[in-house]
């Protein structure tokens, strides 16, 4: 039987290459899964716990999503500088389904999308999907790389620009405040959509949190996706999204059809969480644990790193981004050196459309133990070390 193309489109981001044979030695860089010791086990339980004890968390409900957890979403929001109330807020399966069900609203095969390069590789897998014409963007250090999208957007047709502006994921870099404010002004002048990825808004280490560019959204252009996902735990599967009601419509009656609802259970249980849990204090802490475990791994990476090679210092997040030289190839260093010496990150080539971050790698310091993050380092640098001395013939 020939399956539909999405498939093999889908599969293109290889995702299969992450995947590896389980090994107990490892030291993996590469998921970006929260620290299992930060979920809040005890107090999740007591609001699922109380949810179940009403019998109509067990029914279909409708969806939109529970109308108490969307007001407490439009709560958060509001605080953290976006205008919105619980009819403007759509709950999603996760932030993964936002991307999806916003690639669905805009895009028809060959429609023009901006992605940053590096970017989200989820993302690039719900994209692919529905086909787009890609063009890449340059991340920079305060973001993606503003003159390089006017100039795609003066010669293509760009219906929609993805962007992670906070913490982003591969690189940890934010964008800065006059990006924001000029990337809307930009989406207004060439009538495009933007969608705001922002799952690590709440994990701020160090600075001043700047505003979401959906707070400077004046035409209903741009969509705001979170997630409880890196802050509470991510098999609730629980997002959300913000958008102006002439989208919020057409998103709705696509969630719908894909799915129906999102459990009502989960919903109900997580706003009973929010209700009795000290939410402030709970990322407070989460803030502290990453912040330090960031510390831990660019100490030693700063310490370790041989010559020719980067990384990015985040401000938050989960990630930081190593670049390497030019013409060394992640992805066979992973397969030929680093999975053999037990240690694991995400080759760039994954991260972008056309393949195109081949030197450089993500690494999350996230997800391992603390404990972990330097003797994985010494890995990692080791094989480094060795990569270059192969590379240069140099004998030291
Ligand atoms: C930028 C970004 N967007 C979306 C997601 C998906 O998150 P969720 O679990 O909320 O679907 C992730 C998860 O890694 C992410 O990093």
Do not use: C
């Not at 086909?131 to 790389?145: C, I, L």
């Not at 994990?203 to 969509?223: C, H, M, N, Q, W």
């Not at 009795?276 to 310490?303: C, E, G, I, S």
């Amino acid at each position: 039987m020939k399956l539909a193309n999405r498939v093999a489109a889908t599969q293109n981001v290889g995702l299969n290459d992450l995947y590896t044979a389980p090994d107990p030695q490892q030291i993996s860089f590469a998921g970006g899964y929260p620290d299992p010791a930060m979920f809040p086990q005890a107090e999740l339980t007591n609001g699922l716990k109380q949810a179940a004890a009403d019998r109509a968390a067990f029914q279909y409900a409708d969806a939109w999503g529970d109308r108490a957890l969307r007001d407490q979403l439009a709560a958060l929001m509001m605080a953290d500088g976006i205008k919105a109330t619980g009819t403007d807020i759509l709950i999603t399966q996760g932030a993964q389904q936002g991307i999806d069900l916003t690639a669905r609203l805009m895009l028809d095969p060959g429609d023009g999308l901006v992605v940053e390069a590096p970017t989200y590789l989820g993302a690039l897998a719900a994209f692919n999907q529905y086909a787009p014409t890609y063009y890449e963007v340059p991340m920079q250090e305060d973001g993606m790389d503003l003159e390089a999208l006017q100039k795609i957007q003066l010669t293509h047709p760009v219906k929609m620009i993805y962007t992670v502006p906070d913490f982003q994921n591969p690189t940890g870099a934010v964008m800065s405040l006059e990006k924001r404010q000029a990337l809307v002004r930009l989406a207004n002048r060439f009538d495009v959509l933007i969608l705001e990825d922002g799952p690590y808004r709440f994990l701020r280490y160090e600075g001043a949190s700047l505003p979401p560019i959906k707070a400077f959204d004046t035409e209903g252009r741009v969509i705001f996706l979170g997630s409880m996902s890196k802050i509470l735990s991510p098999s609730l599967r629980l997002g959300w999204l913000v958008a102006s009601p002439q989208l919020l419509d057409g998103l709705e009656t696509l969630k719908g059809a894909a799915d129906v609802e999102s459990s009502a259970l989960i919903q109900r249980g997580v706003s009973r969480y929010l209700d009795a849990a000290d939410f402030p204090a709970h990322l407070a802490q989460l803030r502290q644990t990453y912040r330090d475990k960031r510390d831990v791994m660019l100490a030693a990476l700063h310490r370790e790193l041989p010559s020719g090679f980067a990384v990015t210092q985040p401000h938050g997040g989960f990630f930081l981004w190593l670049q390497g030289p030019a013409g060394l190839d992640m992805t066979r260093l992973q397969k030929g050196t680093l999975l053999p010496a037990h240690v694991s990150l995400v080759p760039g080539r994954n991260l972008s459309p056309h393949h195109t971050m081949a030197s450089g790698a993500r690494l999350t310091f996230a997800a391992p133990a603390r404990e972990d993050i330097e003797p994985g380092v010494k890995r990692l640098t080791k094989a480094l070390r060795q990569r270059v001395r192969q590379a240069t013939g140099s004998a030291d």
